[in-house]
């Protein structure tokens, strides 16, 4: 029998209760994979609490998942038994196993473990689209990047400084400061404590930047407008703090601004975006460009437990859950 996080209304961490599941055999163009490890991503607070639209009825969380392909259904030739394989898929991941799309698989390198794989699948190939779609940083842009001791934080810091861009970080607290330092920005602001958007005029010598990473939202998004240079690339994908309410198109007329509003779906949904999105964060990961070095674990019965702490502000790096 499997298991699941199986959450019957939207609600708070509670609402996720450990069940009994069927899992179907896999049917034409599917495949069932056995998970060993599951990351755990804002996205999954999201939908749990219902900010995001829920599927109807019941609903599974967890959007990014690494594992072992048991079996193949008719005309699946891209995944066989045995295939260690990892995905991004917007929910129905906190579970033991799972059928899934194969087309939806990539198959992992030798040299990327299972805990490193479903840590990145949807954190690193969003700031690989973060980084060449959303804005393509050139070498020499400053960027400014919030809660970059988070999941995606320490990873879009990386890549940034593996571009040859500067990175600068918001974190909150000294020891997310120092951990991020650690991680490719080249300086990080306490936004807990300081006012970060004077803090990056001074930090720049008032060039400002070329581009802001904004997911905290409600709290962040009118500082970060603040931050940018003439014709700057406001990039909000997220928001921690609350969604962005009284945002007015004239707020970008100070310097012919841009700003955009991305979701990684829509940027890994052909097969071919997929593959070269993953290809490129695979290689960095191998070429030790970008580490996923910051990975708490936990028993998947404890994912209520992993989304108290992220909703608390109280994680660093990524947390994966394993079956
Ligand atoms: P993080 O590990 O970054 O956790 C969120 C962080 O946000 C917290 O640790 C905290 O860092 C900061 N934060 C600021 N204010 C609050 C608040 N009021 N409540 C809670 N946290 C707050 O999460 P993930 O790496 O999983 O995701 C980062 C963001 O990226 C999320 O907003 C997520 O939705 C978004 N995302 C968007 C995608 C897209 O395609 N649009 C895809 C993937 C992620 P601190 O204490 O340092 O402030």
């Not at 404590?193 to 962040?220: I, Q």
């Amino acid at each position: 029998m499997d298991m699941a996080l199986v959450a019957r209304r939207p609600g708070g961490p509670e609402v996720m209760e450990w069940s009994a599941v069927e899992t179907a055999a896999p049917g034409p163009g599917e495949a069932l994979v056995r998970h060993t490890a599951i990351g755990v991503n804002f996205i999954d607070v999201y939908h749990r609490s219902g900010l995001y639209p829920w599927p109807e009825g019941r609903m599974i969380p967890g959007a990014e998942a690494a594992g072992v392909v048991e079996a193949v259904g008719p005309g699946v030739d891209t995944v066989r038994p045995g295939d260690r394989v990892a995905y991004v898929l917007k929910f129905g991941a906190y579970r033991t196993r799972r059928v899934v799309p194969a087309d939806r698989l990539v198959r992992l390198p030798d040299a990327i473990p299972d805990t490193v794989a479903a840590s990145v699948m949807l954190k690193g190939l969003t700031a690989q689209y973060l980084v060449t779609s959303s804005y393509a940083v050139q070498p020499g842009d400053t960027v400014l990047v919030h809660a970059a001791a988070g999941g995606v934080g320490l990873l879009l810091g990386q890549w940034l400084r593996a571009i040859g861009a500067r990175a600068i970080g918001t974190a909150g607290g000294p020891a997310k400061v120092a951990l991020a330092l650690q991680h490719g920005y080249s300086d990080v602001i306490d936004y807990t404590a300081t006012d970060f958007a004077p803090e990056v005029a001074r930090l720049t010598r008032g060039a400002l930047c070329a581009a802001v990473y904004d997911s905290v939202g409600r709290d962040t998004w009118r500082g970060s407008l603040a931050c940018l240079k003439r014709f700057g690339m406001f990039v909000n994908f997220g928001q921690s703090s609350g969604m962005i309410e009284d945002f007015k198109l004239s707020d970008l007329a100070r310097g012919s601004l841009s700003a955009n509003r991305p979701m990684l779906f829509d940027y890994v949904d052909a097969r071919e975006d997929l593959e070269r999105r993953a290809a490129d964060l695979f290689a960095r990961l191998e070429r030790g460009e970008v580490r996923a070095d910051v990975v708490a674990t936990r028993p998947l019965s404890e994912a209520a437990e992993a989304h108290a702490a992220l909703e608390g502000r109280r994680t660093t790096g990524t947390t994966v859950l394993i079956p």
